[in-house]
């Protein structure tokens, strides 16, 4: 949570329209320039499209790999782009983030990344992304609100191998007992999704990206 | 002479598209923001509110507009980009006039010239071949002032019957069905009633892509435990989500909706009540199904009998149900039959006038809903009247203050009024805000009657592909440089605040319209001042109709963030839910069932033409580009079309993704990449349209039209797929783009 709020991402509601893509670009701290990722799992396969903003972990990994201390957190927990006078564009935090959020730009020799636009969150508007959203994948109020609105339940801890990581941002899922969530493997909960069109075989050809 | 003035690629390389990809004077221009003014997005039906913000005379942003209660600040990318249409390179800022002899093709001349030669040859054509000889051709991207205004223009001014527009390549089917079965022509609900249903039944709407702020509406219900049924070729983004997949062949609809109505009378899920108390015609409608069994609708639709009788039982047992239709059911010979059979389903559950309970088209156009109303459809004059009603036309005769005679009888629609133009029937044409060259089926024929014009007179804000063929441009309006109304999808009508002025000489639509009138002799009919006395003469004009606006003022719907019609007078609070207590708009106050029985479309399969090919849009471009081909982020997103088609027939064709391959109908063949995926038909293939030329999926479709509707057949076509020579060097820009290792190219 930031400031009471809380940035919330349902991948099952994601359709992949790019509304958030281009809406970043409007952000008053970076304009110009999208730092938010949305990626299809495998289109081969299925239309289902995964949306990733800068998690804004609590002890940020980003941070503790970068040699010249140039990403910082703000007093409200977000973590912030590279200063630029510090930055060496060197990419470890680029290399490091279990996310994959932050991004080396060669011109101006800079990592930047997603700062839950800083300039709205901070004057209690809804960041650019989760404003225009028009399936409500990416979501910004408080819990309570969320609470009313809507069915699931929010998770903000994930493991890495052995690195456990905490995070501002949270990700909504059926049920926060079923375990870590992955959303790198498509759950059938459908059996139609095994052969939409009635083809009497399960075709799986795999990736034909 | 309505060739080309020099080849297209010289035309494309002074006129566009061009790419505008950052604001007035660049991203970190630092520009004052003069006023930021509440208003609409200038694309879908949907109507999103938006903020916009202006510096200097000139669109430099947006800001979300979260009051605005059907969206909440909601857009889809198209709407978070609209603003650089403002601004463009390519913006027409002066009139021209066809001279091959000058670079560009076309010079300027003064206003004057070009308003008096359009006059001039309007008036020739017609003293020599009779008034219908001159067509007009519209759009309903054009707000409802604008939309009535060319309605009387038309008929009062040109003083031809042949006014047609771009609606009729949109849902005229729906409206055909639910006026004949139902009385009037609107959605008969508002949005707010989509998250109280148990079950929504989604059929040929990629909701996603093309009303992006209905998923929100339908994960709405689905918060609450709704089901979802999804009938579509192709397992659309929203299609993923679904409980039951309906994955049809492309124009089969009839033989799904007859065979879930079957199920339903088999089963006793109906409501009898319902059915005697509000409607007639049920008899007949289940006679015409009675052998629409569920086993045999598998052989026809290629869907699984067990998933159409569990669609029925999901639809026929649930308390609250809405059923969301859009051109997927829409755009065949078979429009209005397939609009009929979905509204049997909903008479005969009673799912009709309670919250939560509708058969809705999803209207595509911005004012694809008002624009049908006031009157500039070759069939209606305002207030959704009838023009070969007697009685009507007097009403609207006294409005007008001329005589009954005056007013012209019924005209041919668009695509009729272009194989006339092909014919030689109608020579000379005057159109505003309608690209048939990218938008009308069988792109080569439409070229064709367009070389034939003796004289074309355009008003739009960009050269489009057929302005490109104009005698005369008048640079028009863009939408935040006017003001006026439009009605939504949810028949709620709302108001367009102006932005800016028009730029250069351009002027508003309005005023050019009105100084031809005067220049022909008829500006005593048109006496106004602009929008706002338009909007007024309109409202009177629609009193007693079925679409009535009479209670309406700009004041009201500013203040009530838009008004449903009916809103017949002064204090009424409009019309958000229709045929509540079971009255409908027949004079009997019933509904009507139609014995729909499935027969097959226009064109089928053969052995030279074997694949079924179906169109549609893509989330970034909007109908036929003429404003989103030329915003660069929205192009970057999917910058050319390509061929969606299934791992089992590309590998029978021998391609895989980023393959070239050449699709060839009876009309003509487009060589582009193949887009291989699991989520299309085997038998289907798919192809975006919002292309000219060599990549114009309307190359490909047929000009078979809906016999009632009129509306075009681009649904359904057969064709052939070979492997061509080459491939693409990206068939997913986003893959590339956002995926692949390298750092984007920050935008400065």
New interface residues.
Partial sequence: MIGGQVFVIDH????????C???C??CGTH????LI????LD???????APTVCMHCEDPTCAKVCPADAIKQNEAGVVQSALKPRCIGCSNCVYACPFGVP??????DQMMKCDMCFDRTSQGL?P?CA??????ALWYGTPEQFAE???GELINEFRFGNQAVRTHVAVVVDDRHDGPLDVTTMTV??R??DD????GVS?T?GS?? | MAHLPLSEQDLIDRYGPHLNRAPPGGWNAGLKIDKVVDTHCCFCGQQCGIKLKVADNQVVGFEPRYDFPFNEGKLCPKGVKRYLQGAHPDRLLEPLERDPAVPGGFRPVSWDHALDRTVAEIRRIQHAHGPDAVAMLSGVSLTNEKSYLIGKFARLALGTANLDYNGRLCMVSAGAASKRALGVDRAPNPWSDIPLADVIIVAGANVAECAPITTSYIWRARDRGAKLIVADPRVTPLARTADVFLGLRPGTDSALFGAILHVLIANDWLDHGYIDAHTVGFADAAAAVADHTPEWAATVTGVPADRIIEAARLWGTSATGMLLHARGIEHHTKGVENVNACINLGLATGKYGRPGCGVCTITGQGNGQGGREQGHKCDQLPGNRDITNPEHRAHVAGVWGCSVDEIPGKGITAQEIVEAIHDGEIKGLLSICFNPLVSLPDTAFTRRALDKLEFYSVIDFFLSETAQHADIVLPGSLHEEDEGTVTTVEGRCVKINAAVDPPGQARTDWHILRDLAWRLGRGHYFDFDGPEDLFEEMCRASAGGSADYAGMTWDRIVAEQGIFWPCPEPGHPGTPRLFEGGRFFHPDGKAKFFPIRYRDPAEVVDADYPIWLTTGRVVSQYLSGVQTRRIAQLVDQYPEPLCEMHPLLAGRVGVVSGDRVTVTSRRGSITLPAKVVETIRPDTVFIPYHWPGDKAANTLTNRALDPISKIPEYKVSAVNVEKASGSATVTDARDTRLHDGESPEPNR
């Fill in positions: 099952s509601r994601c359709i992949g329209c790019e509304a893509v281009h809406a670009e409007e304009r110009g320039t999208s990722h949305l990626d299809h289109r081969g396969v299925s239309t289902q499209t991004r080396y730009f060669p011109e101006p809804a650019m404003s225009v959203c028009p399936s409500e609105r809507r069915p909960r459908q139609w999704q939409p069109f009635g083809l075709y050809a034909t990206r």
